[in-house]
């Protein structure tokens, strides 16, 4: 059973550029989650994509974006990026149908480098 | 907002011995869902445990036991038996049960264990 995938694992760009960071939920899973990690801090909620929609949004720029395929797969983008959008960048999924429990599963995630 | 506040930035503990880790919430709500991840070095975030908000009674798996005081927001996780493996980055987090999909984080506790 695969688990969640992330890509590409290390990613290195210049300020002002565009991002793409891929996920592939869990097999069986229909909703996505993306989380950013600053080094040495807790992840932070960005949005969450169910039935190709975004639900819920945190408290992140619209320079952050999202996508969700029909496969469930889903999509992060990133514009203008800034120094301060280094992170690791987590993608979970889970089942809607379970939200009560709506246990999460995490990918490796992305490290994303501005430089 | 949900603040999750992880208190201890690092713990140390001997191999067999055992660690307990803090963590505080702020929340009006009554009904939620608290969990401890791990992310060990290698990065991939795994669910350790959970606890119901309506449950009394504290969650434990295998090793893993909580101590959760709803009055003092208060939800601890308590490592019996550290083995070696056990090393890595412990987040409490906080899930609100009413229609909030996401997961709030604490800043983390990175557990050394001691052969």
């Known amino acids: 059973d695969a688990g969640v995938t992330q890509s590409p694992t290390h990613l290195i760009k210049t300020r002002g550029q565009q991002v793409t960071l891929r996920c592939s939920p869990k097999?069986?899973?229909?909703?996505v989650s993306w989380y950013q990690q600053a080094l040495g801090q807790g992840p932070q909620f960005i949005f969450q994509?169910?039935?190709?929609?975004?639900?819920q949004r945190g408290n992140f720029p619209d320079r952050f974006s999202g996508h969700q395929f029909p496969n469930y797969s889903s999509e992060l983008n990133v514009n203008a990026l800034l120094l301060g959008d280094s992170a690791l960048y987590l993608c979970?999924?889970?089942?809607?149908?379970?939200?009560?429990?709506?246990?999460?599963?995490f990918g490796p995630g992305t490290r994303l480098t501005v430089l | 907002a949900q603040t999750v506040t992880q208190s201890q930035p690092e713990m140390s503990v001997q191999e067999a011995e055992t660690v307990t880790l803090s963590c505080t919430y702020d929340?009006?709500?009554?009904?939620?869902?608290l969990f401890w991840y791990k992310q060990p070095p290698s990065r991939q975030m795994i669910l350790v445990i959970r606890?119901?908000?309506?449950?009394?009674q504290n969650a434990t798996e295998n090793r893993f036991s909580v101590n959760f005081q709803k009055a003092a927001k208060s939800f601890s996780l308590k490592i019996s038996d550290s083995q070696l493996g056990d090393a890595a980055m412990y987040f409490c987090?906080?899930?609100?049960?009413?229609?909030?999909?996401?997961?709030?984080f604490g800043a983390g506790t990175t557990v050394t264990v001691r052969a």
């Open positions: 979970a999924s889970s089942l809607a149908r379970l939200a009560e429990y709506n246990e999460q599963f």
């Open positions: 097999s069986g899973h229909d909703t």
């Open positions: 994509y169910y039935e190709e929609e975004e639900r």
């Open positions: 929340t009006s709500e009554s009904d939620y869902y």
């Open positions: 606890q119901e908000a309506y449950k009394q």
């Open positions: 987090a906080y899930r609100s049960a009413r229609g909030d999909y996401k997961l709030s």
